[in-house]
């Protein structure tokens, strides 16, 4: 059964910084990429970044470029999403995936991309 759980969401001041944790289990970990999505309230489900199994490739949207970094460590199954300069619109729940496929695509940014996900951890900015 595969499990994905997230971690190290709060509430932070803007211009503060959290990390995100993730960590994965029942699937082949370092034969997955990974995604991180978030979704504010009235808003839909948008991809953050997408990291690939090596971590040779890292993807991020525009909107966090410079400020968020996405890692992993395969020994420990887990993948992080640093989040440096946070901003009041970075507010929402932030989700991990995982995809079947090793690999960050132009579809990295889909839903229907990644087969697991995680029950989401909160990230509140205040102004």
């Known amino acids: 059964q595969v499990q994905v759980v997230e971690s190290g969401g709060g509430l932070v001041q803007a211009g503060g910084s959290l990390r995100l944790s993730c960590t994965a289990s029942?699937?082949?970990?370092?034969?997955?990429?990974m995604g991180w999505f978030r979704q504010a309230p009235g808003k839909e489900r948008e991809g953050v970044s997408c990291i690939s199994r090596s971590a040779d490739t890292t993807l991020y949207i525009d909107s966090v470029k410079g400020r968020f970094t996405v890692s992993r460590d395969n020994t420990q199954n887990t993948v992080y999403l640093q989040m440096n300069s946070l901003k009041p619109e970075d507010t929402a729940m932030y989700y991990c995936a995982a995809t079947t496929r090793t690999y960050c695509s132009a579809s990295w940014r889909n839903v229907w991309y990644y087969r697991d996900w995680g029950q989401g951890t909160q990230v509140t900015v205040s102004s």
């Open positions: 029942g699937l082949r970990f370092d034969d997955s990429a």
